[in-house]
């Protein structure tokens, strides 16, 4: 078996929408050892998606759908597979109750246009859509196999994992690809690279397993494919992910979509540990990225946006010779401002952040870029200097993560050398 993926939307071929419904895609076919031939986009217009449909089917041996099965009269996708397939649109009364239980279940009014989203080829069966409106639609044309599934990221993945995927795992390859991506912070790219450049040589033509570095916001990820049988893929995975870590140690946080706020925030529910946030800069994404992980209350107890120098003073108790001799942005602000974050919160710790982020602001003696971190605990207060490149959204993500970091790797009672 070999897929076609096809996704739908005026949003997606104008750039204005990045289209990660395929690549999410294409990541779970390899791990089944089914092959991707082509990744195809088309506009919200009829006749382009017809003959994408018909293309695809001369070429595939299953037809994965993405987008325009919205309401509106630009959502033509279950039009356009009826008249590939010669078919007519019939409504189906299972898919109108799902439909309106969900705007029931919401305490929402159901629009009339909304019924059309019942609507499907008259060969075709309803996948339920446990997160929105639109219904999937299933059917075949000779032996090609058509999934179609809403374009809303959340909604696709989760009809993909809870109705399609066990409909494919029966056509898994005997060869698969196992794809494993082990993500670190603190350590840039090139130097990492030194440290795992034997593993990832390919002098000899491809490696198997293949070992490569990608970068994304600030993570340096290590990403390892594997093809084989299912139990050699693991094995070969294993192999390399030991020596990664053995190599890298606790610049590792994670693996494939697991972040470095997830990471923290399960180290500090394990142990028990509750932290505050006092932040200038970052104007809150800190505490964001902690109470992004659910059940955070357990371990996030209170949190500060101090941006200005009043606010410092008067919240965390930052005493004005302070500011006034070291400038906002200093060692001595930093630590005053986790030590009275912790102290108010009544926290295990507290994490600070005073910097510059830019464009504007800075000077020879501190650049746009530099950003100060503290960590307070019950035996002190710590803080460190960091010169972040980027734009004013890089360098507040930057020391997030760093932030972050540095209250992961005290705990564990590490230094890894950033």
Known sequence: MNACILSIGDELISGLTTNTNSSWLSLQLTALGIPTVSHVTVGDQL????????HALETCDLL?????????????????LADALSEQLVEDPDAVLQIEHWFKSNNRVMSPSNRVQAMRPSSASVIENTAGTAPGLHTRKGHVDIFVMPGVPT??????????LPELRPHAGNTITQVTKINTFGMGESILGDKIKDLMARREGPANPSVGTTVHEGIVSVRIYATG????AAAMTDRIRKLVTDRLGPLIYGENDETIELAVGTLLK???????TAESCTGGLLAKMLTDTPGSSAYFLRGWVTYANAAKRDEL???EELIAAHGAVSEPVALAMADGARKEAETDFAL???GIAGPDGGTPEKPVGTVWIGLATAAGATARRFNFPGDRRAIRQRAAQMALSLLRWH????????
């Open 47 to 54: 006749q382009p998606i017809i003959n994408a449909i018909r």
């Open 64 to 80: 994965l759908i993405s987008g325009g099965l919205g309401p509106t009269e630009d959502d033509l996708t279950r039009q356009a």
């Open 155 to 164: 909604e696709m993945k989760q009809m993909f994992t809870r109705s399609i």
């Open 229 to 232: 049988a299912p139990d050699e």
């Open 270 to 276: 394990v142990r028990r540990f509750t932290v505050a």
């Open 317 to 319: 108790y930052v005493r």
């Open 352 to 354: 600070s952040i005073t």
């Open 411 to 418: 705990i564990l009672g590490v230094t890894p050398l950033v």
